[in-house]
């Protein structure tokens, strides 16, 4: 039964593992998707005071035309150095939290909303969820996705994001959902089971909670 303050799911997965595709079959089944990595760019360009600071650590560079976000080079900065990408989010992540908390704010009456997002268990926002979703799938299989789908990166490239992330063996640990996404199985009746498994455990929170 819809509530005004509705569960909050995570989906997460890492780079290529099809967490985007999942989560559109959701959208789909008529389920709010906060995008964390798009709302991320979006927030890079549109909020002032986050831009300034991402030009003080990273230089003029990191805009092109001085206002569009220039990911190739961000990308090559930090992907392949641990401590640029700490600092870039250090400053991105807290926008995205607050971006959330007020997406959050204006979803009323429905059941459950997801968050989608790379990484959930790293930045700790898995803490402030009610439930988290991982889709996995093996690495190879997610290395050969990416590449055939990103065709401005290479190999290594994938790899060196692969290693920022951290492992699936260690996520399923903190997982309550797990969807293996290896292509062996129909994906669309997987998630249709899920969400039948997310709509029956946010009616019992709301019961508990009514
Ligand atoms: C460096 C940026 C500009 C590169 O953009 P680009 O379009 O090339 O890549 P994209 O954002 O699509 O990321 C590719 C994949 O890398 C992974 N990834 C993205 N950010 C991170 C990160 N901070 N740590 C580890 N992996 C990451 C995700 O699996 C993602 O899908 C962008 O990734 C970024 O701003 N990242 C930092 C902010 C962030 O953490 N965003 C994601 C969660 S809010
Ligand atoms: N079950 C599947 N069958 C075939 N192709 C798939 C499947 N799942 C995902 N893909 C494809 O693999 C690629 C990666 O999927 P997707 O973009 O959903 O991954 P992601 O986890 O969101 O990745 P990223 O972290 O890079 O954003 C896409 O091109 C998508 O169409």
Redesign the pocket.
């Known amino acids: 039964m819809p509530t005004s303050k509705p569960t909050l799911v995570g989906v997460t997965g ?2 290529g593992s099809g967490k985007s595709t999942v989560c559109k079959i959701f959208a789909v089944l008529g389920v709010p998707v906060y995008n ?2 798009n709302r ?2 979006s927030l ?1 360009v549109e909020d002032k005071a986050l831009v300034e600071e991402i030009k003080a650590a990273f230089g003029e560079e990191a805009y092109s035309d001085g206002q569009n ?1 220039n ?2 080079f ?2 090559k900065e ?2 392949s150095n641990p401590s640029k ?1 700490q600092k ?2 250090s400053l ?2 807290p926008a ?1 939290g607050r971006d959330f908390a007020s997406w959050v704010a204006v979803q009323s009456n429905q059941p459950y909303v997801i968050k989608e ?3 959930l268990f ?1 930045t700790g926002s898995n803490n402030s969820l009610d439930s988290v979703l991982l889709v996995t799938a093996p690495e190879e299989l997610r290395v050969r996705r990416v590449l055939a789908r990103d065709p401005q990166r290479n190999e290594k490239q994938v790899r060196d ?1 692969i290693g ?2 951290l492992k699936d063996e260690e996520k399923k640990k903190l997982a309550d959902y797990v969807l293996n996404n290896n292509e062996q199985e129909l994906l669309v009746p997987e998630v249709v089971a899920l969400h039948e498994a997310l709509l029956t455990a946010a009616a019992k929170k709301a019961a508990k909670e009514a």
């Open positions: 890492g780079i964390s990595d991320a760019k890079m976000l990911r190739s961000l990308a930090v992907f990408l870039l989010n991105v992540h995205v997002a790379a990484l790293e994001i920022n992330q």
